[in-house]
């Protein structure tokens, strides 16, 4: 595979994940009402955040020199877009 094809890989699957991200925080519902994008963007933004915690995380059970950092901000991110998650639904 040369450079050019693996670049072009690598940006689809950032583009299909910012359109999953999308979707699932829910992009049709400003359309449907006529309101802002802002809390998709908000959203999407969350999701993220969480994403990488799981990227950290997994990195902690795959790495054996720096797996208590790995293993920290993991569960650190993951606790910071529950947090967002739970305080955007208006429950805190």
Known sequence: MNKTSSKILASF???????FFALLSGFFHPLITNTSFD???I???IL???????VLLYK?????KKREIFLGG???LM???????????GRI
């Open 60 to 64: 902690a059970a795959t790495s054996e």
């Open 43 to 45: 959203g999407v933004l």
């Open 74 to 76: 993991g569960f650190t």
């Open 13 to 19: 699957k950032y583009i299909y994940l910012i359109a």
């Open 79 to 89: 606790a910071i877009s529950l947090y967002y998650i739970v305080a955007l639904t």
């Open 39 to 41: 809390s998709v963007v």
């Open 48 to 54: 993220f955040v969480g994403l990488a915690g799981g």
